[in-house]
């Protein structure tokens, strides 16, 4: 017997409808990327990608067709968000930070027929020229004044929408049709697609409005410092639509001040973003007066795991932060740091670093770790183990690779190394492929870049394996110090022995004035790993 219950296909369209109806006067604020803040609701920006959305149709869009965009966060990229996905068509955020040859890639492999792009990645479109065999169609996101220095033959977005009226009716469809692609940053081979569905980003929508997802609302103001071009900005503009929440776009500029002055001024409640991100943002917010400036309650740390000493700089100024965990394949969100009623009597060393564990399975999704053999390990938040997910949001598979994704029973490996405690309660203690195995035992290189954080004189610390005649890899320190401060090598292995156990201890530290990074923030290990590839470590270690 079936319920007697409507069945209505879950679509993004139904979001920005939604918005439109009922809240239909919350802002969307952007420091665009031609200068000017400017301010639109939700009434307006449901109107313009209406728009947009014939006239993406008037150009020989089609269902499943890919609509690249290389844009950051402002409101154009927004209403595609919508547009785009509302005519069946596929959204494809382009990471503009990756290197041209593998934007070329991306592009190619998802054959896009439309690239959309911010004024300032007008060189980079130039650069690309012909290699971009599958694109139909430029089209410069700005207005006509602008339009001079595009490249040769780009569309005017202003102008093409100008053209349309706001009369366009959502069509229905299937709910599993895809909405949009993201590529994983590719840190190793080439970029991989993931596709999700309308159905797996309403129901993550969902979830980023719950209580005990991120708890976002209509009583929100969300600075959103996640790129629109990673992981559809971990589903906030969607979820932000869903609830009425008001909206902060910072364009291109995510430089601490300029985030601090939007914060301040737009009241800003709530925000997201990597740690890298939040380290700009205290730097400068420290030189202000933030508990009379800023309204900001709470905010989530995510990309790569938060140091401790980044948790404390938050509660400094009254923000409560914490963590998130995910990845392309997972929507992005998995789990969510929200603590329990159990932790309230916790003292502020416990409960900073409760705020650094990864957080629980929200619901809809399951966690489970494994050891090699494909047992379970114990949930005890002690025992090591290669974590897998599975859930409404999970991908099944990556774009254009057959045989790729889950078991047979739905399980994804994230090729992350974690612990599991009794309350679900995630550790990433490594990535499989960054784990230090030493004497045939595991040294985590995140818990010891964190404890590195931690010393007053370290800006960024990573650690990476090396080989070892004796042990088979030992550690190695790298550093970059703050301003002003001297190398010590003696005092910060002293310091690091406070907080973790005298075998994890690196064997050297090299001093260095950059440590790379991918184009999602995320430290490049790989790079590391050349970089030091004859670095021998002491003879005495």
């Known amino acids: 017997m079936r319920g007697l219950m409507q069945d209505r296909p879950l679509l993004i369209s139904s979001l920005i409808e939604h918005a439109s109806r009922y809240h239909s006067e919350a802002e969307i604020v952007t420091r665009t990327c031609e200068g000017p803040v400017v301010r639109h609701s939700y009434a307006g920006i449901a109107d313009r990608a209406k728009k947009i959305a014939q006239a993406l149709l ?29 005519i069946g068509a596929v959204l494809h955020t382009v990471n503009p930070r990756l290197f041209p040859d593998q934007i070329s890639y991306i592009l190619n492999h998802a054959e896009a027929r439309v690239l959309m792009f911010d004024i300032t990645f007008a060189g980079l479109v130039t650069e690309l020229g012909d290699g971009l065999h599958s694109v139909e169609t430029r089209i410069a996101m700005t207005d006509a004044a602008h339009m001079a220095e595009m490249p040769a033959a780009s ?47 309403l129901l993550h929508s969902m979830m980023l409005c719950q209580v005990d997802g991120m708890a976002l609302s209509s009583r929100d103001s969300t600075l959103l410092c996640v790129p629109l071009f990673h992981v559809n900005g971990w589903g906030i503009p969607y979820a932000s639509a869903m609830c009425g929440a008001k909206l902060v776009l910072p364009g291109p500029n995510l430089d601490g001040a300029s985030l601090y002055e939007l914060a301040a001024t737009e009241g800003c409640t709530f925000s997201l973003g990597v740690p890298t991100v939040w380290f700009g943002f205290l730097d400068h917010a420290e030189t202000r007066d933030p508990e009379t400036e800023l309204s900001l309650e709470r905010v989530i740390v995510g990309g790569s795991s938060a140091p401790r000493a980044l948790m404390r700089r938050l509660s400094a100024i009254g923000v409560h932060g914490f963590q998130a965990w995910g990845m392309s394949e997972t929507s992005p969100v998995a789990t969510v740091g929200n603590l329990l009623p159990k932790h309230a009597a916790l003292d502020d060393d416990a409960r900073v670093e409760m705020q650094c564990v990864g957080g629980r399975p929200v619901f809809g999704v399951e966690l489970r770790h494994i050891d090699d053999d494909g047992a379970l390990v114990p949930m005890d938040g002690r025992t090591p183990g290669e974590l897998q997910i599975r859930g409404h949001w999970v991908t099944s598979g990556y774009y254009g690779q057959a045989g790729t994704g889950p078991d047979a029973e739905g399980w994804f490996d994230t090729g992350d190394i974690a612990t599991l405690d009794g309350d679900g309660y995630v550790r990433i203690t490594d990535r499989s492929k960054d784990v230090i195995k030493s004497g045939g035992e595991w040294i985590s290189s995140i818990d010891l870049e964190n404890a590195a954080m931690a010393h007053p004189d370290v800006a960024e610390a990573a650690v ?35 907080y973790v156990a005298k075998w994890w201890l690196p064997d050297d530290i090299a001093y260095v004035d950059a440590i790379p990074h991918t184009a999602t923030g995320k ?19």
């Open 58 to 86: 008037d150009l020989g869009v089609r269902p499943g067709d890919r609509v690249a965009t290389l844009a950051w966060n402002t409101h154009r990229h927004l209403e595609l968000y919508f547009a785009v996905s509302g």
């Open 155 to 201: 569309l005017c977005y202003e102008t093409i929408l100008g053209a349309q009226d706001a009369t366009y009716d959502w069509p229905d469809f299937d709910e599993t049709a895809a909405s949009s692609l993201c590529y994983t940053s590719g840190t190793t081979g080439n970029p991989k697609g993931v596709l999700y569905s309308h159905r797996s980003t």
């Open 464 to 498: 990476i394996g090396l080989s070892h005649p004796k042990w088979q890899e030992r550690p190695l320190l790298i550093v970059v110090l703050r301003k002003g401060a001297s190398p010590d090598p003696a005092g910060l292995r002293d310091f690091l022995a406070g």
């Open 523 to 541: 430290i490049q290990k790989t790079e590391l790993r050349k970089q030091f590839a004859d670095h021998f470590l002491p003879e005495t270690a």
